[in-house]
């Protein structure tokens, strides 16, 4: 049942982006998805979640199963929204939290958990650059000349990093291609170590499957939900879903699967022992010193426009949320925070990272997901003040998923496996009885301009 109340001017004044500004899939959705995991620190230590005690086919198949994971429980629904309304994330997010929720979840959660990314891009790109130079000295320096100027760039000049961003993604695909050729041939004769696979127990490899879909999962949970936003230049749902598959699944499959064949390979002809998880470490082996160091910074400024993208998605969420704090201020806060989760070594504990992103977002698309097909597979419009049936969902989610976080003390950690997946189902579950329990807060009637993203 709808009310009259007054929008908040977030979303009275939006505008839902023109057909004439939308594209097909394989200009936008795809490339900008695809980026995302060629980036080199999410591919490079993929091999560490199961390799050693599941074996390959066991992480490779959690790798597959991660891929449609993400691609129709996280994404789709998401960007059909995007598509559909045009609208962005903070402004469809009012149906589930609520129109002054929204600002608050996923508005300001999503510019927040960006500066975490900045901190995990800082300390990977630092330490491959001081790698790269052989000058470990140079660490902190980078850590702080890569937070500050993909902040600085991120809030002024991300039109410029875009044009830039087309051409160096073919720096880690190469990277990719090259060590598959190298080691790829003797992957199918990797047998993990009796230990490994004795301390996993019998179900070692549907550990292995479970342990890779949760990293994937939880690495890609927030650019789920950011399904929105991609989409709006989306034209259709074939648009949407062509994105999706080439952009999410293949893309997975091609990086992680890829990087744990290498590293695989690697450990079958004795380049590398059986603790080294990154396929970084294996092309190392077989390149010169100064062709690995090359390598390595390709593949650090192949990270840059990731870093300002991150920065520029964080910009913006403060600017909708804070409007009368300078965004160089909230920036620049960020930023800061970033440059210490990467000094200190905090960025580098990617599970818990991952994890934590996961059990934030997870209970976000979960809820998204039911509130969208409650209301007959189109977009509900927003919810009065905060949405109890979105909150409680979220709530719920996020401490289940939460619980075998490393980075809680130990006695409370309860090990739950495929935890964001968890998350998900547990803030889909709870939203759908919360709504039909009545929990929901009454609709708030759109503008005429708006009036058509609702149908």
């Known amino acids: 049942m709808s009310q009259s109340s007054p929008l908040p001017s977030y979303i009275a004044g939006a505008s839902p982006n023109s057909q004439a500004n939308r594209a097909p899939w394989y200009k936008n959705i795809a490339p900008t998805y695809a980026g995302i995991f060629l ?15 599941g074996g390959l086919g066991a992480t490779l198949l959690g790798i597959v199963l991660g891929g449609l994971i ?41 510019g927040a958990l960006q500066f975490g990314w900045l901190g995990v891009n800082t300390f990977g790109s630092a330490d491959a650059l001081a790698k790269g130079f052989h000058a470990p000295s140079l660490y902190i320096p980078l850590c702080v000349i890569w937070a500050l100027g993909a902040a600085f760039v991120g809030l002024k000049g991300i039109q410029y990093v875009a044009k830039v961003s087309t051409y160096l993604p073919l720096i880690p695909l190469v990277v990719l291609l090259v060590g598959l050729g190298m080691f790829g041939g003797a992957a199918s004769s990797y047998t993990p170590p009796v230990a490994a696979a004795a301390a996993a127990g019998t179900g070692s490899a549907l ?32 648009d949407v879903s062509m994105g999706g598959i080439v952009g999410v699944i293949i893309a997975i499959v091609f990086t992680a699967g890829i ?62 949320v804070m ?36 059990a934030s977002f997870g209970p976000i698309c979960g809820a998204m997901l039911v509130d969208y097909l409650l209301a007959g597979g189109k977009w509900s419009g927003p919810r009065a003040g905060f949405n ?3 909150w409680i969902a979220w709530l719920l989610g996020f401490v289940v998923g939460i619980l075998p976080n490393t980075l809680l003390p130990t006695v409370i950690q309860v090990p739950i496996p495929c935890a964001p997946v968890v998350a998900f189902m547990i803030g889909a579950l709870v939203y759908f009885v919360c709504a039909k329990l009545g929990m929901q807060s009454s609709l708030v009637p759109l503008p005429a301009s708006l009036a058509n993203t609702t149908k």
Request: charged residues 10%; aromatic residues 10%; hydrophobic residues 55%.
């Open 323 to 358: 409007p009368k704090i300078n965004p160089f201020i909230s920036v620049g806060v960020g930023a800061v925070i970033s440059m210490i989760l990467a000094i200190t070594g905090a960025a580098s504990k990617l599970p818990s990272v991952f994890g934590f992103i996961g």
């Open 388 to 390: 109890p049936a979105g």
């Open 39 to 53: 980036w080199f620190v999410f591919w490079d230590s993929m091999s560490g979640n199961g390799l050693s005690s």
């Open 207 to 238: 550990s292995a499957t479970l342990l890779m879909i949760g990293a994937i999962v939880g690495f890609f949970a927030t650019a789920g939900a950011a399904g929105v936003d991609i989409c709006t230049s989306g034209r259709d749902k074939k």
């Open 259 to 320: 990087s744990v064949i290498v590293v695989a390979g690697a450990r079958a002809t004795g380049d590398i022992g059986p603790d080294v998880v990154n396929m970084t470490a294996a092309l190392e082996k077989k390149l010169s010193p100064a062709v690995f160091a090359a390598v390595m910074i390709g593949l650090t400024l192949a990270s840059f426009p990731g870093a300002c993208f991150s920065s520029f998605i964080a910009a913006n969420s403060f600017k909708t």
């Open 70 to 110: 993400c691609h129709f429980l996280f994404y789709l629904v998401p960007g059909l929204l995007g598509m559909r309304t045009g609208l962005p994330l903070y402004v469809v997010g009012s149906s589930v939290f609520g129109t002054a929720g929204a600002l608050i979840m996923p508005g300001f959660l999503m």
